[in-house]
């Protein structure tokens, strides 16, 4: 039930000053100045408002993540006709690169779960790029390593891929390949963080 207020009390809602008086219109508090919202109705922060140098990192970091992304795709198409996936064929390349792995390593490396690059495994296993093996020294881990069929399709997969880039990098002044290589340098600790 909703309380009315009678001659010199309050009603629900209003406070009255010490003196149990109402305060007259005049006496009521100004509502605070609107200031600028978004359209949720909350005020950007100062974080949220980028000033010139944000915007600038923002957008290398849209262009770093674009070229990134268009070399790292053109790079990979280059490679035999009817060869494996994207990621069978980078795991068959490590494995021919690195030599016996475990599936735990090659998971980490990959940042994949185990689960998933079980999956990958089993893909080259089962073409006969692949075998597993006991581990000689703890006989309970299990190793993988390629085989020589595997060996030579990751060896043709990397010459093609190189061939592609070199001559690419050739066709670049070599100013332009000095900027190439300290990128590069930044880039793999970026990927290394």
């Known amino acids: 039930m909703q309380q009315r207020a009678t001659e010199g009390q309050p009603a629900d ?7 149990g008086r109402l305060p007259s219109a005049e006496e009521q508090p100004a509502p605070a100045q609107a200031e600028e919202t978004d359209l949720g109705g909350r005020l950007p922060s100062a974080e949220e408002q980028p000033a010139p140098a944000q915007a600038e990192e923002a957008d ?9 992304g268009r070399l790292y795709r ?21 494995l021919h690169k690195h030599g ?3 599936l735990t390593e090659l998971s980490e490396h ?3 779960a185990p689960a998933s690059m079980s999956q990958t495994v089993n893909r080259l296993t089962s073409a006969g790029y692949a075998v597993r093996t006991r581990d000689p020294g703890d006989g309970r881990k299990v190793l993988l390593r390629a085989t ?4 030579e399709l990751a060896s043709a997969a990397r010459a093609q891929r190189n061939a592609w880039l070199d001559e690419r990098l050739r066709a670049l002044s070599a100013e332009d390949r000095a900027v190439i290589a300290r990128a590069a340098e ?3 600790r970026i990927a290394d963080s």
């Open 60 to 68: 290398l970091g849209g262009q770093l993540r674009s070229a990134v």
């Open 74 to 94: 053109r790079f990979r198409s280059e490679r035999p006709e009817g060869s494996l996936g994207d990621a069978a064929l980078a795991v068959l390349t490590r």
């Open 148 to 151: 020589a069929d595997g060996d």
């Open 186 to 188: 930044l880039l793999t």
């Open 110 to 112: 990959d940042r994949v």
């Open 100 to 102: 016996p792995q475990t």
């Open 13 to 19: 809602g209003q406070e009255a000053d010490l003196g």
